[in-house]
């Protein structure tokens, strides 16, 4: 682990101290996957974190509220229905939002 990603792990820990820090950590593995495959690009971790800091945290912050239930987004009381917010394998508007559009590869 890089010394940048150490750092950006403590940043993200005082900002969630009640989250465990390995928890953290898988989280942020997450985030970094589904940010390089939604942007179809090879970068390093360190560079992500360097250029898309942002969006790191929106993504860990929504895997986190997605740990604790708290990714719904309807409660109906008759009945009883929950409908939950998007699927936990993409990733979000809002994290969409601060990423450039993704790269596209030509083959050949």
Do not use: C, H
Not at 18 to 24: A, D, H, I, M, P
Not at 58 to 77: F, R
């Amino acid at each position: 682990m890089t010394k940048t990603i150490k750092q950006f792990l403590e940043e993200i820990q005082n900002n969630y101290p009640r989250v465990n820090s390995k928890k953290l950590e898988l989280y942020l593995n997450i985030a970094l996957v589904k940010i390089k495959n939604y942007l179809n690009t090879d970068m390093t971790d360190t560079s992500l974190i360097s250029n898309y800091r942002t969006a790191i945290i929106v993504a860990i912050d929504n895997e986190i509220n997605l740990a604790d239930k708290k990714n719904i987004s309807m409660i109906k009381e008759g009945n009883i229905s929950i409908t939950y917010k998007e699927n936990s394998s993409k990733l979000s508007s809002e994290v969409k939002a601060l990423l450039p559009r993704p790269f596209i590869k030509l083959m050949g």
